[in-house]
């Protein structure tokens, strides 16, 4: 590889945050999902990720806005900003990978890698190490996977039924897809201009063994912000590092 030896890491980056999130009630009820604040921040979600990327790196981001776009773009027109944000709206509902596709041509470098990540996310790990990850296995799209915790206590028996014993919030048996991704310039062409990128482009990157999985390191923070309850405890886990 000739030049910058560091070339394959993006500085530039997609946030998807057109959401609703209904089940936030009522906090949505005036505001879009990635506006929601932490309690005890100050900060709505999408300021920790905006904050993140430009930690690991990110210069510029497009913001994909959608339900109540003008709160959101009042936020970052005001905000103090560690990086350039461009904000795009879809006029009409183009799907997630139409959208993805969309808010992607907006992109100041489109011959470069980038990141992308839900709007209702609320992680930290080293995007870095992903980049790394992705390029050493020449991939063209490569998704973070996270082992979350199952809300419900968990109950092991033996062979003959006894219960042994009861496992509060267990870690899941399976991964799933954390919602942060990494993509190589040619990803944005294979996404459809309108529907579910995840129904259509992934599983054909997965057919061609152009998909990769990276695991989010052990005790990296990741938790997606869907419900009331996730706020209180993002705030819960928040305080404990804090005072940890």
Sequence with gaps: MTGDPHSHRPTQAVVLAGGQGSRLRPYTDDRPKPMVEIPGTGTPIIGHQLSWLAAEGVTDAVVSCGHLAEVLQEWLESADLPLNVTTVVENEPLGRGGGLKYAARHLPHPDRPWYATNGDIWTRFSLRDMAEFH???????????????IPWGAVETDAFGHITDFIESPPSPYLINAGVYVFSSSFTALLPDRGDHERTTFPRLAREKSLAGFPLPQGAYWRAIDTAKDLTEAAKE?????TG
């Design 135 to 149: 390029a050493e296995r020449d991939a063209t799209a490569t998704l973070a996977l996270a082992r979350p915790r």
């Design 238 to 242: 928040l305080a404990a590092q804090t």
